[in-house]
């Protein structure tokens, strides 16, 4: 039973502002961040000629079998994907210390060899994109940071990157896809993973910087995202979001990434059942009190079985516990131990920081009438003594 009800700080009620409009990023940055990725697109679709005319970016084997020459035409595609592609993005909680992330998926078609790996040399491609958007960055004003290992990471102004990581398909199969991608072109959808053709998991290879491929298909787990919002509904949407943004504001690094994050909000919300729409503040304690046990077990990947997504180390798994259980404690304190609006907000922007609007006129409190008669056992009402009768 609760006191309060703050489902309007979270989401607004018509125009009032709300915890969930805090989170999106301003319009003119979308659109900057935008403007970079065709700025990126078009230099590295420009620059694949590259890789048919240098023998450096092939596999050793890839020449043997083709008497030293390059027998392949290379085209490029880009997929985004991660928190951008679900819709689930938000602004920083610590701009000085955060960054709002892109993840592009640049997609090469090439022959896969009989290793199963694609002809390309996987830490070559990192050079050639690099090599590419060195002088882009320099015209731009951005910076190339070599230090990931799964992708070539552009820092366009404080506070924003772009992510491209490097994915191989097979020829034949990449058809396919890019049948479908000049499809959405001419008829001017919007194109997304939901709107290409599914290609085979263990046919999607990621270059690793170390010159390794291995196999990683991003549009598996978009599916998940998909499948976990037709399960829950939007609410998932939502509460991943909110959940983010709590991290954001406790950890300026957290160990918790944001697919853990969401793995243990499904788990809750599958524990819970149904849950009312209109009461993602009473959505978000129930998850809430659920989040220490689910940390402390197992989350498993959900398109990767062998992978845990929370083997952190002892230290680490402490502190997100605590950190799970305090917010528990600090929504139960703002919603079943208060009826002041007032305490409300001071208990939620303890948990989630400032951006919770500062508005006691959107907190519904119930009055103490109302609250204990909802918090009463029921009656109980003595079976009645039926005597019998000659009526019809």
């Keep these: 039973m609760t006191l309060?009800?703050?489902?309007?700080?979270?989401?607004?009620?018509?125009?009032?502002?709300?915890?969930?409009?805090?989170?999106?990023?301003?319009?003119?940055?979308?659109?900057?961040?935008?403007?970079?990725?065709?700025t990126i697109r078009t230099a590295l679709r420009n620059a694949t000629h590259r890789l048919e005319s240098d023998k450096s970016f092939w596999r050793r084997?890839?020449?043997?079998?083709?008497?030293?020459?390059?027998?392949?035409?290379?085209?490029v595609k880009f997929m985004t994907q991660g928190s951008f592609a679900y819709?689930?993005?938000?602004?920083?909680?610590?701009p000085a210390l955060q960054e709002i992330d892109l993840d592009d998926g640049m997609y090469v078609p090439v022959r896969f060899l009989s290793d199963n790996h694609p002809a390309l040399a996987a830490g070559a491609l990192f050079t050639f994109v690099e090599e590419v958007l060195r002088p882009v960055?320099?015209?731009?004003?951005?910076?190339?940071?070599?230090?990931?290992?799964?992708?070539?990471?552009?820092?366009?102004?404080?506070g924003a990157h772009i992510d491209i990581p490097i994915y191989s398909v097979p020829e034949e199969r990449f058809r396919v896809m890019k049948a479908a991608i000049e499809e959405a072109a001419f008829s001017e959808r919007k194109l997304t993973f939901d709107s290409v053709p599914s290609i085979p998991s263990d046919r999607v290879m990621l270059a690793q910087r170390s010159g390794e491929w291995v196999q990683s298909d991003p549009k598996q787990l978009h599916d998940w995202v998909e499948n976990r919002v037709d399960r829950h509904g939007p609410s998932f949407r939502r509460m991943s979001r909110f959940f983010k943004g709590w991290r954001d504001h406790v950890w300026a690094n957290s160990p918790l990434s944001s697919i853990c994050l969401m793995c243990a909000i499904d788990a809750a919300l599958l524990e819970l059942g149904q849950s009312a729409d209109n009461r993602d503040d009473?959505?978000?304690?129930?998850?809430?009190?659920?989040?220490?046990r689910i940390f402390s077990g197992e989350i498993k990947n959900?398109?990767?079985?062998?992978?845990c997504l929370n083997s952190w180390s002892e230290e680490?798994?402490?502190?997100?516990?605590?950190?799970?259980?305090?917010?528990?404690?600090?929504?139960?304190?703002?919603?079943?131990?208060?009826?002041?609006?007032?305490?409300?907000?001071?208990?939620?922007?303890?948990?989630?920081?400032?951006?919770?609007?500062?508005?006691?006129?959107?907190?519904?409190?119930?009055?103490?009438?109302?609250?204990?008669?909802r918090a009463a056992p029921a009656a109980t009402v003595a079976t009645p003594h039926i005597t019998s009768s000659d009526s019809g």
């Design 137 to 158: 960055c320099r015209a731009n004003g951005w910076s190339l940071d070599s230090s990931k290992g799964t992708c070539v990471r552009i820092r366009l102004w404080r």
């Design 302 to 307: 959900p398109v990767v079985k062998a992978s």
């Design 4 to 38: 309060a009800n703050a489902h309007a700080l979270f989401v607004g009620l018509q125009k009032n502002p709300s915890y969930l409009a805090s989170l999106e990023i301003e319009d003119n940055e979308r659109q900057r961040l935008l403007n970079a990725r065709q």
């Design 316 to 373: 680490e798994r402490g502190d997100v516990l605590a950190e799970t259980r305090a917010l528990a404690s600090t929504m139960e304190a703002a919603l079943e131990r208060t009826g002041d609006a007032d305490r409300v907000i001071e208990h939620l922007r303890d948990a989630f920081g400032r951006r919770i609007p500062y508005r006691p006129d959107i907190v519904a409190i119930e009055s103490d009438t109302a609250a204990a008669v």
């Design 61 to 75: 084997d890839y020449l043997i079998e083709t008497a030293n020459r390059i027998q392949d035409d290379v085209k």
């Design 87 to 94: 819709k689930t993005l938000n602004a920083p909680a610590q």
């Design 282 to 292: 009473k959505t978000i304690l129930d998850v809430a009190r659920l989040l220490p």
